[in-house]
């Protein structure tokens, strides 16, 4: 289990889908993908992914990693994602162009983190808690 304690900020930054249930743009269901900070809990941007698409666009990840810098004014040393992402080529490569080493994780090691970010999603933009 992974608690936000256990970081210095801008030490690593997460890509998590935040969305358990699909969102509907214009009847097209999307997955929306959160950078944060693993320290602070800060969310640094998001992406959205059209479910038929499966991952996000490599250039619309570079847009996130780019406003990331902008926030920041520096790298994170590592990125972490969860096993069996759909999403996990796309930040991989955008983490490599940057030098951000990668560390794959279970999503349950990262509820301290994630969850209540998670839970805000849930009941504040979709109205239906998990």
Not at 28 to 52: E, F, K, N, Q
Not at 84 to 106: G, Y
Request: hydrophobic letters at 45%; a negative charge; charged letters at 25%.
């Amino acid at each position: 289990m992974l608690t936000p304690d256990q970081f210095r900020v801008n030490e690593a930054w997460i890509v998590v889908r935040v969305n358990e249930a699909f969102l509907f743009v214009k009847d097209d269901p999307y997955d929306i993908y959160v950078l944060m900070d693993a320290a602070s809990c800060y969310v640094l941007g998001h992406v959205l992914s059209r479910v038929t698409n499966e991952a996000p666009h490599e250039k619309d990840v570079e847009a996130l990693f780019k406003k990331a810098w902008e926030a920041k004014n520096q790298w994170a040393e590592k990125l972490i994602l969860t096993e069996n992402s759909i999403a996990e080529d796309v930040f991989r490569k955008q983490a490599k162009q940057n030098s951000l080493s990668v560390s794959i994780v279970p999503l349950s090691d990262l509820e301290p983190i994630v969850g209540p970010l998670k839970e805000s999603f849930a009941s504040d933009f979709i109205g239906n808690a998990t």
